[in-house]
């Protein structure tokens, strides 16, 4: 076991005055360091899956503390996609010589670290019902929005922390795919594990959606330009 000090320095000078500054991060209780040199192809590959347990190719998503990619080419740049456990999809271009670092949460991990939308993340909804007691919001029509993750208040649902579960979906031809009606559910902090938490009864028709997280999946690239070069480095407790 050992600790990963991380340390980010800047140094510039502009008309005779220093800019820069330097920031460490220390990382206790790192068990397992595993950092490869991946040949990035132009077409899309998975540079590391995350679960809950290991398995060839795979972390163990709640242990994860720190993700370093680096693209190690001079003249292209690649695009990484990160995926979440909802199948939200986010892109990051990195070109030659930069670094990506995805900050784990340094207690669980990759749990509840990432949720992506095409449409804005917050956002009132009100024609949802928290009235029938039950683990779930009813008959929304106003919006298509609504996706697992997202965290969810009203005056009807007293659990802190909730988030929309799975979602009933209908398709329409002004709105495509959208939620009718979603479950209420809090996520364990450590282990991500979701269990059903209730509205109250009393009926509320206006629901508030704000950004939430899901567990990181996979981590994918592709090259731009050519064959590249990625370092990766993966550190686990």
Known sequence: MATLNVTHTETITLNGQQFGGTNTLSISGINNVDKRIVTVPQSEI????FSTAVAAGTYNEANVRYVRITNLDSTNHLYLVFKNEYNNECCMKLDKGQTFVYN???ASGLIDTMLANQLPLGFNETTG????ATDDVTGITATNRIIPGLRVSSAAITASGASVGATTPVYDASNGYRATAHTLVTRHATTGAETASNATG???NDQTYAAGFGDLVEITAEADAGSIQVEILVASV
């Not at 019902?129 to 029938?132: E, K, P, R, S």
Request: proline share 0%; charged share 30%; net charge negative.
């Open 46 to 49: 998975i540079l590391a899956s």
């Open 202 to 204: 009393n009926e509320d």
């Open 129 to 132: 019902d928290c009235a029938n």
């Open 104 to 106: 784990a949460d340094l």
